[in-house]
């Protein structure tokens, strides 16, 4: 399960080190305005499909890969977030 999550990170890691044309993960990593507009995008798909009761797994995937993708846009390294999680650790 987390090996997902890793490969996601390692694959925006490697996209915006070594960009390839037309990649819509690119796409994301270069343009900081898109990637914010599909973060909140997706969150509110993911809200209003909790409420419906409706695709809430597809759109909740949608969300972490946006997420991961704003991360690493915004120089946001994911060890410090979850260093920042440890130390909330009770």
């Known amino acids: 399960m987390l090996d997902t999550l890793e490969s996601?990170?390692?694959?925006?890691?490697?996209?915006?080190?070594?960009?390839?044309?037309g990649s819509?993960?690119?796409?994301l990593l270069s343009n900081k305005i898109?990637?914010?507009?599909?973060?909140?995008e997706e969150i509110?798909?993911?809200?209003?499909?909790?409420?419906?009761?409706?695709n809430k797994i597809h759109e909740a995937a949608d969300v972490f890969y946006h997420l991961i993708m704003y991360l690493e846009a915004n120089e946001i390294k994911i060890e410090d977030?979850?260093?920042e999680l440890?130390?909330?650790?009770?």
Request: no cysteine; net charge positive; charged share 45%.
């Open 34 to 40: 898109l990637s914010k507009d599909k973060i909140i």
């Open 44 to 54: 509110n798909e993911l809200i209003e499909a909790v409420e419906k009761n409706t």
């Open 24 to 27: 819509y993960t690119n796409k």
């Open 86 to 90: 440890n130390k909330r650790e009770k």
């Open 8 to 21: 996601l990170f390692k694959l925006a890691r490697e996209r915006k080190n070594n960009p390839i044309d």
């Open 81 to 83: 977030v979850m260093e």
